[in-house]
């Protein structure tokens, strides 16, 4: 018998537990963990502080917005509470792309604004 197994004690069952959970959660929760492990429970935006009690109020922001973007180190995500997750959403489909986040993709170039016929659709028709 040359190898004798390491009788786990508790500190690495929680690990390996944890270890399972992680890959049982990884598509869909694993970027979170991972973010809160990373970065101080606060939000972002209005730098609300979370404690265990409230940190399901605490979401996961994805800064390019392609959940399928989680490097390891984190840059890609940023901790925003309900309503800052919110308004951060709100304000990018409000928003017509500004320059800054025309870059990767190749959007159909915007040859009219698409607020143009905006005016149209307000104005009284008389
Ligand atoms: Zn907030
Ligand atoms: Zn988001």
Same mark, same amino acid.
Request: aromatic letters at 6%.
């Given at each position: ?5 390491? #009788? ?10 944890? +270890? ?7 598509? &869909?929760?694993?970027?979170? &963990? ?43 995500? &940023? ?8 308004? &951060?959403? +709100? ?19 915007? #040859? ?15």
């Amino acid at each position: 018998m040359p190898s004798k197994k390491p #009788t786990p004690n508790s500190d690495k069952l929680d690990q390996i537990v944890a +270890a399972a959970r992680r890959e049982r959660d990884q598509r &869909e929760l694993g970027y979170r &963990e991972q973010a809160l492990k990373l970065y101080p429970w606060i939000c972002g935006r209005c730098s609300r502080e979370f404690t265990r009690a409230n940190l399901h109020e605490l979401t996961v922001h994805h800064r390019d917005h392609n959940h399928d973007n989680n490097p390891p180190d984190g840059s890609n995500w &940023e901790l925003l509470c309900l309503y800052c997750h919110d308004n &951060e959403h +709100a304000r990018y489909l409000d928003e017509p792309v500004s320059g800054a986040a025309a870059g990767g993709k190749s959007e159909p170039a915007a #040859t009219h604004s698409p607020f143009a016929n905006l005016k149209d659709l307000l104005k009284p028709r008389s």
